[in-house]
């Protein structure tokens, strides 16, 4: 047994997979290493105030939404490893726009202008590289292990950004916004060359209107990852709000407890979508998430919150591969590149547009309120997914 999980470890599928994992967690860690000093420098640096640095901020998911159709169509026309090489581009040229920015500080208007460009370059980026290596990688492992990939993937972007973060901190504290210009100049350049050496995968060739066709298959999984997605958004934006305000400490601790449990879950059953089939894993883990949700609704003290927090990262961690894994079954085989970017679009409208909602919500009922909200609009899933689970075929278990 361990001879053959060694000669399987040392296989070059193996070996490219964690190659484009890699490349995914390299990205996804500079692309988190902005996010907290960009509001500095934009704010501080060159003296605008909250709405600029908001449009800054969005510029990259605004990016990044418009290009999921086109990422995934150059995915699936040319083959994923022209769309994961054209985003480390994107990224590196963003790296050198932000650096770029900064000959111009003296003209405030001129530096954040270009500062945009670059945001918008880094959000393309990212939909490519997401786009191109998840299709990659279903094409590599097959399709017995789509919602593993699916999850490992989104595992090493999560956690990549979580890393990022405080790393993007410490560069522009000691080395200010140059420093992250640099590091997403040199990490895209580095994952390129990390990219480079993996081989191909030959495009299918496409049937007539494969857009409208993918649309048609993946509304009913996308639709279902919107409702269940709302799960992840309240807890980034409003769970630290929420302790806050009811007084429990550290304020921190239930997106890090979000995080962690979500991080658990796919390490150590990221195969169940596989053995379960992607709709049946998506109704029970939802199930999950909204429980942990209305947990921290109802929690009296922290410590419940907390649990809560935790719960509701365990169930997260498998909806998405779970929808995932029924967007790409039911799109056309030569689409998976553009059925995972549709899919992941829903996502993203998800937290464009539902999360602002209840933001709304929340300045007439309370915080608190969402939460009961989210739990319930997370529990819309359930009949999508029992719909899906009529509709497809029954796995076998192993």
Known sequence: MSMTMLQRSASPTDRSLLSLMASVFAVFLVTGAVLPALPLHIHEGLGFGPFMVGLATGAQFAASLLSRLWSGSVSDRHGPKRAVSAGLIMAALAGLLYILSLLAVRTPALSVAILLVGRALLGGAESFIMTGAQSWCLTLAGPGNAGKMIAWIGTAMFVALAIGSPLGSFLYAHWGFAAIGLATFAGAVVTLALVMPIPSVKPVPQGDKPVAKVLKAVWLPGTGMAFAGLAYGVMTAFSVLLFVQRGWEPAWLPFTAFAIALMVARVFFGALPDRLGGARAAMIFVVIQSAGIGLIWVAPVAWVGFAGAAIAGFGYALVYPGFG??????????????????????????????????????????????????????????????????????????
Not at 351 to 359: E, H, I, R
Request: proline share 7%; glycine share 10%; aromatic share 6%.
């Open 325 to 398: 894994m029924e967007a790409v079954g039911h799109a056309p085989a030569a689409s998976s590149g553009l059925a995972m970017g549709v899919y992941t679009a829903f996502f993203d409208l998800s937290l464009g547009v539902l999360s602002p909602m209840l933001g709304l919500v929340a300045n007439t009922t309370g915080i608190g309120t969402i939460f009961l909200i989210t739990a319930l609009l997370g529990l819309c899933s359930v009949p999508i997914a029992a719909r899906l689970l009529l509709s497809s075929p029954q796995p076998t278990y192993r």
